[in-house]
């Protein structure tokens, strides 16, 4: 039999019915589903596929402890206690909780932000730890969240702060090392876009998910000792209490290497609270920031420009006069009475300008300080011991100081005649302590650096190859008698504080301090720089004190430091003396 | 006699060139299935297929929880480790091994030898 629906029946009117609802439905799904296919397909995206940022962690700083790396910068994960005052119930438990577990950490008006119920955000507490954390989550508070978030640890507290310098709130370095290799320390944060759960938990659903992993900073091993820099700050701090100064810094370098292994400023600042520091030139290292006239350290550069040149010896003569007529000026001696023919060994142990002012003038025709006796000094301070220019150590924010070419009009004789004992030109201390191992080592130029390695990922320690010295300064030859000009220096007047049966050399400098264009006869900068060890000069130290208003000098105030550093220096390295 | 069956004495045209290995006689069922039948297996069969792929497709989804278990256990125990290391950075510094009792109790040496190598 034939089934037929007969016109104008219910079952033939529902059919018809039901036939313009699905088309309508297919119509409408075609509409929904092709047609506005992009659209729907966008939002739903952005529902459900989360664009997550991996962050990287940034790279831990080491010291050595003589020759094994102690951590001394690290990540912490800390946590913000946040509440929405507009979900919490309990506000009393809350506070008590908060309160007895997260101590110092927790904001003083917690009770006010908790009133406040038309906030959704109040910040309750900030940097408690994971213990905390814990304690506070088994408490089971509604309303109460927690973020996570890094900061840096510093177990040593200040020591070497402005070597290391700190992170600020933005996750950025600043000064020191963690703002001059803020690009090897920070890494690279990974990216994961994948479709989510409620719980943004990332699922493996969906083609076109992106999971690029973040690469973690480097962690950089210093070359800086521990040791060694907290006896430096020790040294220091004792030296600015013994002599009124109120600034100091001390430099402690290997001269076969150009590794520095302490850095010592004083006053200093905490990097874990680098937020409290009211006075910002705290954050510099002067040491490689602040050039200064170093003043009668220099004639260790130019006494060994005039042997090299082949124009003066140890033991060659000139007549001392007390004074020197350059031009119009007169330059005198600060020491008075070495008068009448002296050697320039003589000059040298007791600092006179004269001396020096005569080896640049017999650099040109032996009468002036001419034209090519300035180029040869120009070659020499610059160009060899790199006077006035970046050294390229790791710290942020070195200065390179200031030497005048002798092409410039003030480039002129009066200015060279100063500068062959350090004024009239402004130089870090980085650059003459490293000048100063290039000296005492046999005339090898190593760049300065405080980075000795590296540690993996797997916690091995990986040392930096020896470094390569970038010029030679001075012949071998040369570098023997500066180390014999600066023993006999030292022999003369320091000797008797310094451990018998070892090789310690130094030279002093008293540095004018320039105010309004003069030099001011108030104030001046006390400089000692000198090495210490046995055949071979283990270490070079320089130290520098200042202060506002106070008249510091090299012998009497800077060299105790240098000792007392030096010192223990020897001990530590279990040099033997020879007896 | 059904249609279907097969007279003992009934020759098929199969038969009639039968060779080696060939099937001569054929199977045929009693049961007759009618269009409804037929309908009502297919949609059985896509559902059964459905569910599989749904089981399979939320097995995977219950691998990214685990995984995401997995991580968080990983992050929670190398912040664990991250503490202890700091800790022991802290018990290690200069300054906490100075304030030790034992360092109050170290003495300077009164005199030092030194031996040749």
Request: neutral net charge; glycine residues 8%.
């Amino acid at each position: 039999m034939k089934l037929e629906l007969q016109k104008g029946s219910r079952s033939r009117i529902l059919a018809g019915l039901l036939f313009a609802i699905v088309g309508i439905f297919i119509i409408r799904l075609f509409y929904l589903q092709v047609i506005q296919h992009d659209y729907y397909v966008a939002l739903a995206n952005s529902e459900q596929v989360k664009l997550l940022t991996l962050p990287a962690k940034r790279g831990v700083i080491y010291a050595l402890d003589g020759s094994t790396p102690v951590q001394l910068v690290l990540n912490q994960t800390v946590y913000k206690v946040i509440a929405d005052p507009y979900t919490t119930t309990d506000d009393k438990k809350i506070v008590d909780v908060v309160r007895r577990i997260a101590g110092g950490n927790a904001r003083a008006n917690i009770e006010s932000l908790l009133d406040n119920k038309e906030s959704r955000y109040a910040i309750l507490a900030t940097k408690v730890s994971r213990a905390q954390a814990e304690k506070i989550k088994e408490e089971g508070l509604a309303g109460i969240i927690f973020r996570e978030q890094t900061q840096r640890v510093y177990p040593e507290g200040s020591l070497a702060a402005q070597t290391l310098g700190f992170v600020d709130f933005e996750g950025a370095g600043k000064y020191g090392i963690e703002g001059g290799l803020n690009d090897r320390l920070i890494g690279k944060e990974g990216l994961l876009k994948t479709v989510t759960d409620v719980s943004s938990i990332p699922l493996t659903i969906g083609d076109r998910n992106i999971n690029r992993p973040a690469v973690d900073g480097e962690n950089i091993v210093l070359s800086i000792d521990r040791n060694v820099q907290s006896h430096a700050e020790q040294a220091l701090d004792a030296g600015l209490k013994r002599t009124g100064a109120t600034q100091g810094s001390a430099i402690v370098m290997d001269p076969q290497t150009g590794k520095i292994i302490a850095m010592a400023n004083l006053p200093t600042y905490s990097p874990a609270e680098f937020n409290k520091v009211q006075d910002g030139a705290l954050f510099n290292n002067p040491i490689v920031s602040v050039p200064y006239e170093a003043a009668s350290v220099i004639k260790t550069l130019t006494l060994s420009t005039g042997i090299e040149k082949g124009v003066i010896g140890l033991n060659s003569t000139y007549v001392n006069t007390d004074s020197i007529t350059v031009d119009d000026r007169v330059i005198s001696n600060a020491t008075k009475g070495q008068t009448g023919t002296i050697t320039f060994q003589h000059g040298f142990t007791w600092s006179l300008n004269t001396s020096t002012v005569t080896i640049a003038e017999r650099l040109g025709d032996g009468q002036k300080v001419t034209r090519q006796a300035r180029d040869t000094m120009y070659d020499f301070f610059v160009n060899k011991f790199g006077m006035g220019r970046f050294t390229g150590v790791e710290v942020s924010g070195e200065a390179a100081g200031t030497v005048v070419p002798p092409e410039n009009v003030e480039g002129n004789a009066v200015r060279y005649s100063n500068m062959s004992f350090g004024q009239g030109m402004n130089v870090t201390m980085v650059q003459v302590a490293s000048a100063f191992c290039s000296i005492v080592n046999g005339g090898q130029y190593y760049k300065p650096t405080v980075i000795a390695g590296k540690v993996d990922s797997s916690g091995t320690y990986i040392p930096n190859d020896n470094p390569e010295p970038i010029r030679r300064t001075i012949s071998a030859n040369t570098s023997e008698q500066m180390r014999i000009a600066n023993q006999t220096s030292r022999a003369l007047f320091d000797a008797k504080y310094d451990l018998k049966g070892f090789t310690i050399g130094g030279k002093t400098g008293t540095s004018q301090v320039i105010e309004n264009g003069v030099y001011s006869q108030d104030e001046s900068i006390g400089s000692y720089i000198g090495f210490g060890g046995d055949d071979t000069p283990r270490y070079v130290i320089m130290i520098q004190l200042s202060g506002k208003d106070k008249k510091l000098q090299g012998e009497r105030d800077a060299m105790p430091v240098f000792t007392d550093i030096s010192n223990w220096l020897l001990d530590y390295y279990k040099i033997q003396p020879k007896m | 006699m059904s249609y279907y069956q097969r007279n003992p004495e009934f020759t098929s045209r199969r038969q009639q060139n039968w060779s080696r290995n060939q099937n001569t006689v054929a199977f045929v069922s009693s049961v007759k299935l009618g269009p409804v039948a037929h309908t009502v297996l297919v949609a059985l069969m896509i559902t059964v297929l459905g569910l599989i792929y749904l089981t399979q497709a939320t097995r995977a989804t219950s691998y990214d929880y685990e995984s995401q278990k997995i991580d968080s256990q990983i992050a929670d125990l190398s912040t664990q480790k991250t503490d202890l290391e700091i800790e022991n950075a802290r018990l290690t510094a200069l300054e906490t091994v100075k304030k030790s009792t034992v360092a109050a109790t170290l003495q300077a040496p009164s005199n030092t030898q030194f031996v040749g190598e």
